[in-house]
Antibody, heavy 117, light 112 residues
Framework: EVQLVESGGTLVQPGGSLRLSCLASGFTFSAYSMHWVRQAPGKGLQYVSAINSNGDRTFYTDSVKGRFTISRDNSKSTLYLQMSSLRPEDTAVYYC??????????WGQGTLVTVSS | DVVMTQSPLSLPVTLGQPASISCRSSQSPKYSDGNTYLNWFQQRPGQSPRRLIYKVSNRDSRVPDRFSGSGSGTDFTLKISRVEAEDVGVYYCMQGAQWPVTFGQGTKLEIK
């Protein structure tokens, strides 16, 4: 059974930094692209960032370029999202998602990031 | 970016009655490999999204057969043949053919 367990979400002040982690199990982590998708309170779903299976290609939505960095450690089956210069509009539940071509197979339970003073 | 437009945004339905959600994309979600990467997700209250349908009409293994997907080009539909109480939640379409992937605004299904 695929399991994706996010952690690291917390309350942080505007301008602060945070690192999210996603521990994967139940599949060959190193064979899949992984994405982060977020959902602001009461709002819809927004793609944030993606990384290919071996970690040498990364992608970001425009609003987080230059502030967020996605990475992975295949030896630990773990996905990361380093977030800096955080803004109130980054407040959201962040989901770790296992991706295949054109689709999202499995989602984690999410971790809540709140950016507020 | 490809814009996904869902309608209606709110869908009150009587138990046992059918329901239908429309999703229109600003560009075709047909990829160069010939597949149309149009997905449907269900998000129950307090839960993570889960995939129901992929490539327009392929139902995931754990999904009841009362759910079906159809469509082509830029117009797609999710149908529930007989709504049950456990179907309450928000439904999203998503295109995965063009980068970045994009979602519809969501349709909130509630029991009338």
């Amino acid at each position: 059974e695929v399991q994706l367990v996010e952690s690291g979400g917390t309350l942080v002040q505007p301008g602060g930094s945070l690192r999210l982690s996603c521990l994967a199990s139940g599949f060959t982590f190193s064979a899949y692209s992984m994405h982060w998708v977020r959902q602001a309170p009461g709002k819809g779903l927004q793609y944030v960032s993606a990384i290919n299976s071996n970690g040498d290609r990364t992608f970001y939505t425009d609003s987080v370029k230059g502030r967020f960095t996605i990475s992975r450690d295949n030896s630990k089956s773990t996905l990361y999202l380093q977030m800096s210069s955080l803004r109130p509009e980054d407040t959201a539940v962040y989901y770790c998602v296992k991706a295949e071509t054109g689709t999202y197979n499995d989602w984690g339970q999410g971790t809540l990031v709140t950016v507020s003073s | 970016d490809v814009v996904m437009t869902q309608s209606p945004l709110s869908l009150p339905v009587t138990l046992g009655q059918p329901a239908s959600i429309s999703c229109r994309s600003s560009q075709s979600p047909k990829y160069s490999d010939g597949n149309t990467y149009l997905n449907w997700f269900q998000q129950r209250p307090g839960q993570s999204p889960r995939r129901l349908i992929y490539k327009v009409s392929n139902r995931d293994s754990r999904v009841p057969d009362r759910f079906s997907g159809s469509g082509s080009g830029t117009d797609f539909t999710l149908k529930i043949s007989r709504v049950e109480a456990e179907d309450v939640g928000v439904y999203y379409c998503m295109q995965g053919a063009q980068w970045p992937v994009t979602f519809g605004q969501g349709t909130k299904l509630e029991i009338k």
